[in-house]
């Protein structure tokens, strides 16, 4: 145990070099079924290319849901930008704006707004109900609780009278003991 604490640099350098060699395996492996681990970079002129057909594809799909009839653009012939020995090409990002789906004017869209005023009609109804009902009640409860004077309240309202209400709870009241 004290020798593996000692030469812990040793272990370490061993440790890297197994995981070396079970990288080279790995990829040696990948390599010999075909498939390569990370995708190749692809060109940027046919990303985007790729990504212009398929946002054409997505808005001929939500037109054909709409019901709208769908004209197929003619392809644009673009000329590739000529690169002189020595020169970086640079590339040119193009912002893509997407326009916001127009909404139509459709029975389903009625029904919906004719259902949304009902609930509010609804809602209404039921809150002034609930305020009518609400008040006979709230007017037997005060005229309950008004006219009974307790004459507790008037006993412990004074300090004198609290005073003797609490000597007489030590008195009367259960021990000490069992509380």
């Known amino acids: 145990m004290d020798w593996i604490l000692d030469h812990l640099q040793i ?46 594809e997505i808005r001929r799909r939500i037109a054909e849901r709409r019901g709208e009839v769908v004209e197929e653009p003619e392809p644009e012939f673009e000329e590739e930008p000529q ?7 640079v590339e040119q990002t193009v912002p893509v704006v997407v326009a916001p789906p127009m909404l139509e004017e459709s029975a389903e869209l009625e029904r919906q707004r004719e259902l949304t005023e009902r609930i509010r009609l609804l809602e209404q109804a039921r809150a002034s109900l609930a305020a ?3 008040a006979p009640a709230a007017r037997r409860a005060l005229e309950a609780a008004a006219p009974a004077v307790n004459p507790w309240r008037v006993e412990l309202g004074n300090p004198g009278g609290l005073r003797h209400a609490v000597v007489m709870r030590e008195i009367l009241g259960p021990p000490l003991g069992l509380r």
Not at 18 to 42: D, F, L, N, Y
Request: net charge negative.
């Open 11 to 56: 272990l370490f350098v061993i440790a890297i070099a197994v995981a070396s060699v079970i990288q080279k395996i790995r990829q040696s492996q990948s390599e010999a079924s075909g498939t390569p681990e990370r995708p190749a970079q692809q060109d940027p002129a046919a990303e985007a290319e790729r990504t212009r057909q398929i946002q054409e």
């Open 83 to 89: 690169v002189f020995p020595g020169e970086r090409q």
């Open 132 to 134: 009518q009902a609400a």
